[in-house]
DNA sequence: CAACCCCATGTAATCGATTACATGCAACTT
DNA sequence: AAGTTGCATGTAATCGATTACATGGGGTTG
């Protein structure tokens, strides 16, 4: 079960078969080099003979160019950068989907930066993308990397394209893709209080998080168009994940004067927080009514199901790699995209009781 | 909010400003290129002085080797594939973070495949690990990819080291890290049944697939080491989705003989199936015991609480990645690693009433 | 003292594609 | 018929790093 000798094998078996280049097709079908670059890259510049036969000899040996080599002399890697700040989060799993599946279709390939909270990482990648690694990058994480930390001297660095998704980049110059966070905040807000609801309690995001910050003033929107005051008492501190909102459910649990409604702005948050008031012995939505943010997919299958507002992750993720993939090709781009968000009512909120 | 022009400003400010290379550096250091390039990888083989003079140099001009140049002549790109079925699925989030840790941490990146079911895409990255793009693979998708069916000649590519996670690639020779899903379904069906179910229903994954191949077998041994007759109307068909989840559960609304416990071989199918039964008006788990398989994040806040097992899927990820780096490095491995899994008793699961 | 070795370093070939420039031929113009 | 145009193609420079081979100087050994 445990044999080694894995790589032995492998060295045996792998004479390190040397690929077909483009000279080996050249020859086989009795042309230049340029001709075969020519025959794949513009094949209205060649004869239709010397094409066909190119074509046949590059069928006969499965050719396929050497991307390094094409790289060092095109000055481009049809790679693209996306960073984001945790893979494993839900979230951006659909959002990666619809970037993927765009850059594939457009010929591009994508790499991953996680970065993971690290310095280290960013500062990596930043040198990473400086390197001409990538044509260009997403970024997810809300903001640029390596404020020129490093070398005291002139970077002279290359500025490769970049589009911002999800969290806006406040001082950048680059597209925003996003949603209109602080309109479906208050939209939400405003839909608890047409439901009677008066104590409605906020659990929050990271405090530096941009999301956070505008989410926060559209529920202070919805608030003052619902006519209702802003209680900071009823500000409950999350940083999206199930487990603060798990924290934030014990808490409520503990108090006096509970809210008659929560919203969540993720709905990991709302559910860990269903989750704690449930095992309290509370009900949902007939003791406290609970809202999230994001419509991921287990919102429809909680128990009771979430009511939410809903994100069109996919086309995001798409939007961002078009707006990229348009930078990279020098076409026109818009300097900001917004996407509808759309207000989704199940079954975690009811009227005030 | 539409403005046009990005790519205009683009054109302006950008006049391509060539990066550092090692011959800059050279000249800043007063040495040749091929003593920069020794002091960056065989430091040791450089003097001192020298080395200093080269270090001080690459910092104040911040240069980066360029990576397609060094690929070009050294025949590595330090880059690795993933291949997997579904990038949008919760389960495989958390595995991709344990592999791009791993893999950062030892200087290789990561590039992302997802297949979605379609073989042109297949296809696509066959040729792409095949022109040496990449160094190595990690297989999640339980079969290799590319078998010959192009090229007619004789395809000569270029063999790369391999490594399968999770779904096992049977005739492949090749490292296989996985879980041992046939015990783990056993050890399932036999809790089950220890509670005094007699009636278990089993909602499978796709047929095609290894690790329903796997599951169903334990679920048969499970049932066979606890005395109980194996009856294929209990055996409800799904592929691993919420969605398939849900379906199975409005079958068993149906039925006038119910199971009282149903093994679900994803939790994803476990949490939709609840769904359904609660909608139904029945109870988890008095009614019916509801049993998932993974241990995602959502199982702990499942209302009820689920009853799984867990896969330690960080870890599963971390391990491919070491193992694939030793390939790469010519270090031996073994051939197949099982990390162990773990029964985790929540609350959906409950003795037969 | 001569012969040898080793170490630090430099010179230049090399990786495999793209592409600027050169060439030669055919077709067209006046 | 001489000149012009344009197309298909070939030749060779080029991208930027790695590395085999060459070189020269200092130290060791017989």
Known sequence: MDDLGQSDS???????????????????????????????????????????RVLEAIAKTGYVPNPAARSLRSQKTFMVLVVLPDLSNTFFSKILRGIEETLFDA???????DLDG??????????????????????????LFGQSREGEGQPARIAIPLV?????????????????????????????????????????????NILERERFLG??????????????????P????????????????????????????????????????????????????????DDIEFAAVAEPSLTTIHQPRRELGQAAATVLIDLLQGRPTRKQIRLETELVIRDSVAPAG
Chains 1, 2 share one sequence.
């Open 219 to 236: 529920f202070k929107d919805g608030l003052e168009a619902a006519g209702l005051p802003f209680d900071p008492a009823f500000v409950i």
């Open 164 to 208: 911002a998704l999800c969290e806006a980049i406040p001082g950048a110059d680059i597209p925003q893709i996003e949603i209109d966070n602080r309109a479906a905040a208050s939209r939400m807000t405003q839909h608890l209080a047409s439901l009677g609801h008066r104590r409605i309690a906020y659990v929050s995001g990271p405090a530096s």
């Open 107 to 113: 010929g591009y390939g994508m790499i991953i930066s």
């Open 238 to 293: 999350g940083d999206y994940t199930i487990e603060s909102g798990v924290a934030a459910g014990q808490g409520l649990v503990a108090r006096k004067t509970r809210p008659t409604a929560v919203f969540c702005t993720s709905d990991e948050m709302a559910i860990g927080l269903m989750r704690t008031l449930l095992s309290a012995g509370l009900r949902v939505p007939e003791d406290i009514s609970v809202a999230g943010f």
């Open 10 to 52: 492998a060295e045996r078996e792998d004479p390190r078969i040397r690929a077909t280049r483009i000279q080996d097709v050249a020859k086989l079908a009795d042309v230049s080099t340029a001709t075969v670059s020519r025959a794949l890259a513009t094949p209205e510049r060649v004869s239709p003979e010397a094409r066909a």
């Open 118 to 143: 690290s310095p280290a990482k960013e500062a990596h990648f930043a040198a990473f993308t400086a390197a001409g690694r990538v044509d260009g990058a997403i970024l997810l994480n809300g903001h």
